[in-house]
């Protein structure tokens, strides 16, 4: 082929002196931490959690999971874009995501926020209000459905486009799978029911866990509050 080709011409008959193996991935238990960064003169602060555990996308919750943070922080039809930015006006932009490992078993959640930093506190609180809501009281079968519809469309779109592609089959070629595994992983998302879902959330979204840091000019703007006083 033309890439094989082009592989002789760059590397020869090249071996490496060494056996590859491949650096594995795994969980080391860490302390929760919320922490403030002070960086003078920035107009905008940036709120970056997360947490991590152990769970694999062969997982039996992987399915339900993967829709429950889509509901949660996957786009601008999700509970913490709507809370956040659309009902509150805390910040510019929010979104949250889940990961889960193919080869390691190592998983994360993570969430990002850009604000005003005079908004830090109020953007904290109804974070935490979004997460616990999640966890104790789930989310609805119109929430599920139409999340299922979005879910499905926005792959449809990466489906379409010449990068997803070819990133999608990269993976692949070193996992050992191919778009089989997504048209499973569909059909598993779009017979999901609520109260699988909400199980899945409930177990695994863990709010004591969740590292918060938050970057800003907050003695500025802890100074204009002031003087407003």
Known sequence: TEIGTL?????????????FKRLE?????????????????????????????????SNPDYPALVLGHYMLGGGTASRLFSRIRGKEGLSYGVGSNFFAGT?????????????????????????????MKAINEGFTEEEVAAAKSGWAQGNSINRAQDASIAAV??????????????EELEKKIKALTVAEINAAIKKTLRYEDISIVMAGDFAKAKAKEAEKK
């Open 103 to 131: 080869l390691d078993n190592i998983g994360s959640f993570s969430a990002y926020a850009i604000y005003a930093p005079e908004n830090g506190a109020k953007l904290e609180e109804v974070f935490k209000e979004e997460i």
């Open 25 to 57: 991935a795994r969980i080391k238990p860490v302390k929760a931490i919320n922490e403030k960064i002070e960086t003078p003169d920035k107009a905008n602060a940036f709120m970056t959690a997360q947490y991590s555990w152990e769970i694999k996308d």
């Open 169 to 182: 089959l990269n993976n692949y070629l070193y996992n050992g799978r191919d778009y089989k595994w997504d």
């Open 7 to 19: 592989v002789t011409q760059a590397f020869g008959s090249w071996k490496s002196p060494s056996n």
